[in-house]
């Protein structure tokens, strides 16, 4: 991916970021190297399992958290060193909805108020006329009666609280919304719904989205494209489709082949790639390849070479020695 | 090691499940009139959203509803009727015969004690093994389930292993006694989806080798088409549809079960519109007085459905659903 973003058409991109914090077990590289770019209109997605740093990389583009080296781009203008007062406006630029909109609405707030809140923050609105028929709009946006603007967050469904987190998220036409989880804590009835509004909102409105999940079906289904990560880097990126039919990356196809499918007879034929052992620790990530001390088909050369990404076909990116053939070779009967 | 073949005679089975919780807002019916068994050898899936009672009805069965609730109906294990047993037989029972994995492993697990500590401790208590022959009970578990370096990993605390490990742990302990019968409640929910994976495994290759009966209570349904014998679909604490996991989910006959599995995004389908089943669950405290599902339901039917309990009928000889109007595979209804 190319260090310098262009303004025309990348809504935010990040150069060779790295985010580590400092433990008392050590320093937790989080993010360690990711270079990524979010165009206009389109939905970025990010996968990754626990600790693949996936959310601290939505936190940075917010400067929720503060990089320890590279560069946060949005709109066109380096956004890494600004100052807590510019940081303002820069989250008028990006919204974040959380997973749990429970944690994130304030109990004692009527939903009215949590949704006017950011217009008032960021001076979006004159005078409290305009400011209600904005939060009536905003309602309308994501589906919910005008009339619940008076009830607090108790009193609504996790399926409605989300929509009120994404009513939050509208309100300041931001250029990126980073949507965290948005679906991990709804019932599979309700996750569907708020698929759909989110698809629909991107459709009318022109959103643009970075849709963080552990749920590689929900996430293909979301996304135009993305990127899978693992102990803090970016192993593979492409369209869903590229990494869905032709995995490159032997992580990716063992996270693909362990998704359950909702169909008895496809679940009694299917080969699992196994993974032994556990993610390793962010503190203490293996030298060369990061995932060689899982990988099914690692060879000497691995420990030897940090792979970076390259391409496999077209925007199809892996960052591994044996891109394909490794994968192939884990397939074969 | 397997002397427990798939038998008749089910290891659990429950008849007329009924679970009403006194809360400050009234009672709460959170099962109603439930019926299954699971024999040996066999996985029964219960699948549901929140509130759906699916992990009530399984506590009320073994005798772990909490205080506040009213447990009606037959629940038999091994032939004992438990629901007249005293207090203390039943939990001997339950302990000799019965093992549990719960979502948060820390739940289960003692953080000031060694892993090897409560696994043994099941043992001691419900084997009546010597100390020795506990500990060396405790290393062949935690190397059955997969803890590499049993034999030093015993001494360890919960703090020192992932969550998947410790998900590893728990179900060690529940084997320890040899149990006829393994609860597993959405066990693999919090873990990602390569550890669920493996565990999922895990269990199905126990199962195997032990003869073990499984209910596995959860709400993702691709873990049910690949662990389950058959299935029992709950919502608000009935069963809408129950038989055979490749007959529910080839020919999902209830409008619920039909719109769940078309609500999952399938990466083989391209990026429509999801279908989707309107508004929320209803609460317990406040359930609609004749089908459940009415209000939410795609067929929606008429005023019979909004006023009479549609009674749970066979389509197949294994395969019952509880509508009027059970869903053809062509889309239309009846």
Known sequence: MSPQPEPAEVVAALDDLTVWFPTPAGVVRAVDGVSLQVRRGETLGLVGESGS???????????????????VWVAGQEVTRWSRRRLR???????????????????????????????IVHRLTDGGAARRRRVEELLDLVGLRRDLADR??????????????????????????????????????????????????????????????HDLAAVEHMSDRLAV??????????????????????????????????DPRVERQRRRIILTGDIPSPVDPPDGCRFRTRCPQARPECAGTDPVLVEVDGEHRAACLFAGEAVRAMRAP | MSERQRGDRPVLAVEDLTVTIGTRRGPARAVAGVDWSVRAGETLALVGESGSGKSMSVLAATGLAPRSARVTGRVHLLGTELTGLPAERRRRMRGRHVGFVFQDPMTSLNPVLTVGRQVIEAAEEHLGLTRRAARARAVELLDLVGIPSAAERVDAYPHQFSGGMRQRVVIAMALACEPDLLIADEPTTALDVTTQAQIVELVADLQRRLGTAVVWITHDLGVVAGIADTVAVMYAGRILEQGPVDAVFA?????YTAALLAARPDPAAGGGDLVTIQ???????????GCAFWPRCPVRGDARCEHELPPLAPV???????????????????
């Open chain 1, 53 to 71: 740093g996936k959310s601290t990389t939505g936190l940075a583009l917010l400067r929720l958290v503060d990089p320890t080296s590279g560069s």
């Open chain 1, 89 to 119: 406006a820069l989250r008028r630029r990006v919204a974040m909805v959380f997973q749990d909109p429970q944690a994130s609405l304030d109990p004692r707030c009527t939903i009215g108020a949590s949704i006017a809140e950011p217009l």
């Open chain 1, 152 to 213: 607090h967050p108790h009193e609504l469904s996790g399926g409605q609280r989300q929509r009120v987190g994404i009513a939050r998220a509208l309100a300041g036409e931001p250029d990126l919304i980073v949507l965290d989880e948005p679906i991990a804590s709804l019932d599979l009835s309700v996750q569907a719904q708020i698929m759909n509004l989110l698809r629909g909102l991107q459709r009318e409105l022109g959103l643009t989205y970075l849709f963080i999940a």
């Open chain 1, 229 to 262: 990560m693992y102990l803090g880097r970016i192993v593979e990126s492409g369209t869903p489709a590229q990494i869905w039919r032709e995995p490159a990356h032997p992580y990716t196809a063992a996270l693909l082949s362990a998704v359950p499918v909702a």
């Open chain 2, 251 to 255: 020919d999902p006959s209830h409008p």
């Open chain 2, 279 to 289: 508004g929320a669950p209803p609460s317990p405290l406040d359930l609609p007085a």
């Open chain 2, 316 to 334: 197949s000889a294994d395969h019952h659903v509880r509508t009027f109007y059970p869903h053809q595979p062509d889309g239309g209804s009846r």
